[in-house]
T-cell receptor
Framework: DSGVTQTPKHLITATGQRVTLRCSPR?????VYWYQQSLDQGLQFLIQ???????AKGNILERFSAQQFPDLHSELNLSSLELGDSALYFC??????????????FGPGTRLTVT | GQQLNQSPQSMFIQEGEDVSMNCTSS?????WLWYKQDPGEGPVLLIA?????ELTSNGRLTAQFGITRKDSFLNISASIPSDVGIYFC????????????FGTGTRLKVLA
């Protein structure tokens, strides 16, 4: 158990809909990262938040947005969903802002299926 | 999106054999990390490397940060069935925009 929690574990929704994925980092970690993993693919970095502020941005679509709240949990919002958005979405956390060390601890993921 | 080149893509080995996989890039990285992912689970950090030439072990696993800072390898000695999974390398780039990039993965299957 990495200490990172994600909810829900599974999510099935229709095209055009909007969903919110939630992540709670390990106790003491200030950074939260979001990744997308499509079937049999590697991990694509979406976005990072550090202590409530956006720290780095990857290949995140404009239809997707995220935020980190004062209690450090984070939410990833996916809107106008398309079939191609079906994937595993992972959240990871780290102690620092990611510029030192780089160790990230991953949650169990949310499997999103868009029908 | 950008990914690191990882090889081999997949491998079948006999239990007890040693395994070697590597990760290469045309760019320099400041940190290399190796993760293992079991089906349906999140990646688990195995080894982190911070300096060029660094060699680090974690039980039967050994990883090295390439001298050129553009590659890394992971060795698993005396493989066992529970080594099955997908192994990902990841690199951290600090030049310019901060980037954290994952490899394409090596899928390992161990035959008992």
């Amino acid at each position: 158990d990495s200490g990172v929690t994600q909810t829900p574990k599974h999510l099935i929704t229709a095209t055009g809909q909007r969903v919110t994925l939630r992540c709670s980092p390990r106790s003491g970690d200030l950074s939260v990262y979001w990744y997308q993993q499509s079937l049999d693919q590697g991990l694509q970095f979406l976005i990072q938040y550090y202590n409530g502020e956006e720290r780095a941005k990857g290949n995140i679509l404009e239809r997707f947005s995220a935020q980190q709240f004062p209690d450090l949990h984070s939410e990833l919002n996916l809107s106008s969903l398309e079939l191609g958005d079906s994937a595993l979405y992972f959240c990871a956390s780290s102690v620092g802002d990611g510029t030192r060390g780089g160790e990230q601890y991953f949650g169990p993921g949310t499997r999103l299926t868009v029908t | 999106g950008q990914q690191l080149n990882q090889s081999p893509q997949s491998m079948f080995i006999q239990e007890g054999e040693d395994v070697s996989m590597n990760c290469t890039s045309s760019s320099i990285f400041n940190t290399w990390l190796w993760y293992k992912q079991d089906p349906g689970e999140g990646p688990v950090l195995l080894i982190a490397l911070y300096k060029a030439g660094e060699l680090t072990s974690n039980g039967r696993l050994t990883a090295q940060f390439g001298i050129t800072r553009k590659d890394s390898f992971l060795n698993i000695s005396a493989s066992i069935p529970s080594d099955v999974g997908i192994y990902f390398c990841a690199g951290l780039q600090l030049s310019g925009t901060y980037k954290y990039i994952f490899g394409t993965g090596t899928r390992l299957k161990v035959l008992a």
